[in-house]
């Protein structure tokens, strides 16, 4: 059976998120299961509003309940703001904790990342946080990432943080070093390391992550320049690149 067969179907992950509104609501607690999160949204806010200082417009692709969005709209406001997500539930809080915060317009998406019509030069930031681990052959991320680059206004930037694999010695030891982690949420013990393997279980069932040197590459024959890796803590990765 083939990998892809295996891993859950995006009803399956709609299904998930739609339960996980309030977690991921909350901008310093709600994904504690990522390493550095809270750190990394503010380095990519801080990253795209440098590098795309007079930026109109985003794209948040797995925008969840909004937490990027708003990371940038601390920094650039007002902003024309796209919310894409397969989650319903998510993208309406998303819109109702975005809605305070910009004059501009509010276009909410529910969709698939690779379904979903991006344009051409409609965007001046790119948000992808959490999310392209859901994609699955080499050709999904191909067409990921030349739909961004398309969808970019020249200049534009686009912004990845997201679970990554290593060659497979690191890799062990990268994902050794993430369950002393989530272990340690629990305070470790018993609860801990029930825990670890709750969220093992559900990366291995859900998440087909790359190397992040495979996916910069993947970026530049899309056509993006000048990829800048903002942070990498074992399994995890934070970086973008420039159309």
Request: aromatic share 8%; proline share 4%; glycine share 6%.
């Amino acid at each position: 059976m083939e990998l892809q067969a295996l891993k859950s179907t995006l009803d399956e992950i709609r299904a998930r998120f739609d339960k996980d509104v309030e977690r991921f609501s909350n901008l310093e607690t709600g994904q504690t299961a990522t390493m550095d999160a809270v750190l990394c949204m503010e380095l990519i806010a801080l990253a795209a509003t440098a590098v795309t200082p007079r930026a109109a417009s985003v794209l948040d692709i797995g925008c969840g309940a909004g937490n990027y969005t708003l990371k940038i709209l601390d920094r650039i406001s007002p902003l024309d703001c796209t919310l894409l997500d397969l989650s319903r539930p998510m993208l309406d809080r998303a819109v109702q904790r975005i809605r305070p915060r910009t004059t501009g317009r509010i276009t909410p998406i529910q969709s698939d990342m690779l379904s979903a019509d991006f344009g051409v030069e409609n965007f001046d930031i790119v948000l992808a946080t959490s999310t392209l681990h859901h994609l699955r052959d080499d050709l999904e991320w191909d067409t990921l990432f030349r739909k961004v680059h398309a969808a970019l206004r020249p200049g534009g930037s686009f912004w990845i943080f997201d679970l990554i694999i290593h060659e497979v010695a690191l890799d062990a030891l990268m994902r050794e070093r993430y369950g002393r982690y989530l272990a340690g949420l629990k305070g470790g013990g018993p609860e801990g390391d029930a825990y670890r393997n709750h969220v093992f279980a559900y990366i291995e069932q859900e998440d087909s992550p790359r190397p992040l040197l495979w996916q910069i590459g993947r970026m530049q024959a899309a056509g993006f320049k000048n990829p800048e890796i903002l942070h990498k803590n074992a399994c995890f990765a934070a970086f973008g690149a420039v159309k």
